[in-house]
């Protein structure tokens, strides 16, 4: 390990290090402009020049690694001297418009020049100016190149990071300009990373535009609401009113990284639909305001003259740990019902074998261990759609470190260019596929897999007819083990389409126990769309399994059983937190009949949606810029929200509501602040004693511990793993295909939405326009239809219109629509219990 | 539209690179000598020919001086070099005779389309400066009287 002089100090540092890393060891901060850890290096605007002894030239502390014995000068005379003299010319040609740019006040020019200098220019040149007015790159970015830096963070992020590289440096010298081509509408994914990383007031925000400076704002730290991933931001507001959410770089293990959602989805916060007060439906049908201790009156005398299995709740998987671990302390403790369940999409019986099958009771997984994999298996999840921040994280890490990368999903996603091979298995056949993979590896090494438990002896035999059902052809899985095979760890990620239907539960353990059993160290992580649907599992939201996935006692119903046993008259009360059945659930007819069907329902909720409309009684509950509370995201990382104003109107936050009813029934029902319940959580489930949520405040200090990037301390611990002892299936997917309705329908979170919650979202709206689906460009010659088209999908009685567009990749036979509308319930097209649907798609002529 | 000669030439260099991408500069010639330049549309169908977005192609044409990046140029493309060593040699003052020779501002293409007059960084002859470039060929230790000469004859 090489031993380097900086300044006065000496450090010991890694083989390979840069200076500018070696300099921050020993507590010298070097100034950089187009320096940025995880981008490529450039050393192009020389800020962070240095003096190395014993050479000439200053030396670029950004890209010159040290040496044994090196000694360097980071703040000495010339070094001064010529930092000011860089900013000089840097600042020959800027436009000096601090008072009417978005930047000024968190502008790293402004804070370089106060430091550095100079406080006088001398160039008596014109200044190059490329436009006269800014101008909007899309509907989220506005430009100014008039202050740009030419450090291209913004060219390089938008390539390396987000996988787009719909920006690029045009020129050279003074006059090149980082902008999309020909300065036109960058139909991108609309992320604004590019925003995040420009250090000057080049990139804008539009919505945000001349909204405030940064002095204006009321700040908290918390976690994006919509996926999984679990980017840490913070959210910012100014009169009451949000105006942005950014990334917490040395905060969170996402760093500067957020997808369209999280960076422009927070107007929902400022949706004027907000519920305020309790409403009761009257003998009309009418809802009219009730007080609170009236709504909770009622629920306790309905809750108490019912007989409890009868009784059961339904959780949106984006409450808090604390709400959601109170909720089912109200079911299971104090009502006597197990009748629990945190989704209306997937049945719980395929959320048992999924939580099975990617270990999450084993604990936690980091996403930076995780890719530190030989080789990373992404199957069965549009990461790059539903995680975007995950496709970020993959694609960057694995570039830059050389691994390997496969993809096995139904549709074409921006991720496949970073793949070595890609899997496009037919719709529901992930199975098939995962069958064949085990079944080569069965024929080429069987002897090492007696001890895999559940492996059938003739996968090896029914190789072609696997490969046959999935799609993919013998030669791509043989090639694909052979990979696998010289690849010591890896790493499966595994997704929705698992979940939707049960296909590949089953094949995943397979591969996972296989994988092993050649010796190789195998992770596995769950993908997942809501932002605490682990939480939710991990808190024992679920009719099989409580917190910690200790088994419960007893013979529980799940949504959908919940809905089945409505229909038949059976079931009574159903208490609805955050989620709306009739929009999610899939088959949105039989939804409607068994809700009705119900003697009371209740529904809290932040705004009006479907299942509330049909509501007895609707309580206000608040959203999550409202409380204090945690989130696991799909790592198994427990991170904190925290409260940045209060609820509207007479509304209360989802834990306060929970409590009140718990409390009206049982005196005895315990804590109701966010902090206490954590840590009555912490005392009862294992998996989460150890756990330093990141972002929580310390109750015996009050203050905000420090973290490091990938904070591992978060990290859940395990739980009761050999007691879910469940057997993971995999479903047989049925096809709905016809003569008369030749497309499979698949469903999904688009890139700018995810769930009903980004409906709120009128900027997240804006983006997508108007409803879409995508088919392939074949498929679309065929019909003598064009992208933008109008058309119209028929299947299952249903029919509605979208527009069309053209996505390469699409396999033939198959179209995708995103699930999300208001304006279009997606599921009428599903009819329950019968797999991928079949439609049929034809243009509206004239 | 690229014209199929064109669209022909691009498939049949392709084989000479490691990978698609890199025959985006050699397209890019085959498509200029053509129009004589890029239009956007040319740019659109390049980047999709060899698999890079469009904004890369413009990257390339802004880059180096020889690719006239939607700006049409007479037939003879004059670029005068206006470096420190050009300039300290007087190269402002040759871009000004040209100008009058021409009867055009710099950045102007003559009205019987035979000129244009554009100025360029280092064009590596420092050694024999002022120094122009027109088409493919050099001027070097230009004076007022070479230049009349040099125009003269492409007249
Ligand atoms: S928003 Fe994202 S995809 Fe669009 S230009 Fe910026 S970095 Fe690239
Ligand atoms: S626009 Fe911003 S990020 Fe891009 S090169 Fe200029 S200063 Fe850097
Ligand atoms: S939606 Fe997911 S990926 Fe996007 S910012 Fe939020 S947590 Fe991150
Ligand atoms: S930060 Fe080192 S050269 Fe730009």
Known sequence: MPKVKINDKEVEVKDGTLILDAAKEAGYIVPTFCYQAD????????????????????????????????????????????????????????????????????????????????????????????????????????????????????????????????????????????????????????????????????????????????????STKTVCPYCATGCRMTIQERDGEVVRSIAMPEDGFNGKMMCARGRFGYDFLNSKGRLTTPLIKNKDGVHEPISWDKAIDIIKTRFARTAPEKIGAVASARLTNEALYLMQKLMRDVVGSGNIDSSSRWNHSVVEGFVQATEIPKGGTSIYDAMDSDAIFVLGTHVSDENPVTDYVIRNLAAANRKSVFVATPRAMKLDSSAQMVFRYKPGRLAAMLGAIVGKFQETRGDKLSSVKGLSPTLSKDLEELSKASGISLDDIATLVTRLNISEKITLMAGTELLRGGDGIKGLGLLRDTLRALGKEVLVMPILDRSNQRGAWDMGINPVFGPGYAPVEGKWKGTEEMLEAALDGDFDVLYVLGEDIQSMFPDRSFATMALSKLDFLVVQAAYMNETAKMADLILPGGSFAE???????????????????????????????????????????????????????????????????????????????????????????????????????????KIGTDGDHPFMLLTGNHLFHSGVMSMQSELLKGLLGKPIIEMSALDAKELDMNIGDLVTVRGNGFEADFVLRIKEGTPRGVIFMPENYQEIAVNKFYERKTGIPGVNVTAQRG | MLSDKAKKEIEEIHGRYHSRRSATMAAMQIVQAEGGHLTEADMREIAEIVGVNPVQVQEVGAFYSMYNVERPVGKYHVQVCRNISCSLLGAEHIIETLEKKLNIKTGETTTDKLFTLTTAECLGSCGTAPMMQINDDYYEDLTDAKVGEIIGKLK
């Open chain 1, 627 to 733: 409380k204090h509370g945690n989130y696991t995201n799909q790592e198994g990382r427990v991170q904190a929200i925290t409260k940045l104003m209060e609820p509207p109107g007479d509304g209360k936050t989802d834990l306060d509501i929970i409590w009140l009813i718990g409390s009206a029934l049982d005196s005895s029902f315990g804590p109701n602040l966010p902090r206490e319940v954590f840590k009555e959580i912490q005392s009862k489930v294992d998996m989460y004693s150890e756990v330093e949520p990141t972002g929580f405040i310390s109750a015996d200090t009050g203050e905000e511990p420090v973290y490091k990037f990938d904070f591992k301390e978060a990290l859940v611990g395990s739980g009761s793993v050999e007691l879910l002892d469940v057997e993971a299936k995999d479903a047989e997917i």
């Open chain 1, 39 to 218: 981008l490529s290096s450039l050393g192009s605007c020389r800020m962070c020049l240095v003096e190395i002894k014993g050479q000439r030239k200053l030396q670029p502390a950004c890209i010159t690694p040290v040496l044994d014995d090196m000694s360097v000068e980071t703040n000495n005379e010339t070094v001064s001297s010529a930092r000011s003299a860089m900013l000089e010319f840097l600042l020959s040609n800027h436009a000096f418009d601090c008072p009417v740019c978005d930047k000024a006040g968190e502008c790293e020019l402004q804070d370089m020049v106060h430091k550095h200098g100079p406080h006088k220019g001398r160039h008596a040149e014109p200044k190059h100016s490329f436009h006269n007015k800014d101008y909007a790159l899309n509907a989220v970015i506005v430009k100014n190149s008039n202050r740009c830096v030419q450090c291209q963070r913004c060219v390089r992020v938008c390539e390396e990071v987000v996988g787009r590289g719909v920006l690029g440096s045009i020129g050279r010298g003074h006059i090149q300009e980082e902008t999309s081509f020909l300065r036109t509408y960058l139909d991108c994914d609309h992320d604004g990373m590019c925003i995040e990383v420009c250090p000057v007031g080049c990139f804008m925000r539009r919505p945000y535009r001349f909204k405030a400076r940064p002095w204006d704002l009321k």
